[in-house]
Nanobody, 125 residues
Framework: QVQLVESGGGSVQSGGSLRLSCTIS??????????MAWFRQAPGKEHEGVAE???????SYSDAVKGRFAISQDNDKNTLYLQMNSLKPEDTGMYYC?????????????????WGQGTQVTVSS
C-alpha cells in the first residue's frame, strides 16, 4: 500500500521560510515512474501545482513560486522536500505531495495517482 505523509507545515510571518517533507512508503520505483510533485490548495480554490521533480532530477515550478521555492529528493527517493523561502501571505494553503504521474501537464492534479493528507502552511503579513 502506497503511503505519502507530509510534515513541516506551520505558521510563519511574511518573508519567513519553511521546509516541507514528504515520506513515501510502499512505492515501487522499479515499476512506476519516479516523478513527484507538490501541490497546494487555498481555501475555496482549486489544487495548484507548485513544483515537480522528474526521474532525472530536472525540476519545474509554477510562476508564482519560481525563484523562492526549491523541490528536492533524498538519494534513495523515499523523501521529497520543498524548501520555501521569502514566503508571502498568498502562499497560505494546504500543501500536498503527489506521486505516480500518468502524463500530460504535471500541474494537472488529475494526472497524479497517489496523494498525501496534506500539511497546513499559514503566512501572516
Amino acid at each position: 500500500q502506497v503511503q505519502l505523509v507530509e510534515s513541516g507545515g506551520g505558521s510563519v510571518q511574511s518573508g519567513g521560510s519553511l521546509r516541507l517533507s514528504c515520506t513515501i512508503s510502499g512505492y515501487s520505483y522499479s515499476r512506476t515512474n519516479t516523478c513527484m510533485a507538490w501541490f497546494r490548495q487555498a481555501p475555496g480554490k482549486e489544487h495548484e501545482g507548485v513544483a515537480e521533480i522528474d526521474s532525472d532530477g530536472s525540476t519545474s515550478y509554477s510562476d508564482a513560486v519560481k525563484g523562492r521555492f526549491a523541490i528536492s529528493q533524498d538519494n534513495d527517493k523515499n523523501t521529497l522536500y520543498l524548501q520555501m523561502n521569502s514566503l508571502k501571505p498568498e502562499d497560505t494553503g494546504m500543501y500536498y505531495c503527489a506521486a505516480s504521474f500518468s502524463g500530460g501537464r504535471w500541474s494537472d492534479p488529475n494526472m497524479w495517482l497517489y496523494w498525501g493528507q496534506g500539511t497546513q502552511v499559514t503566512v501572516s503579513s
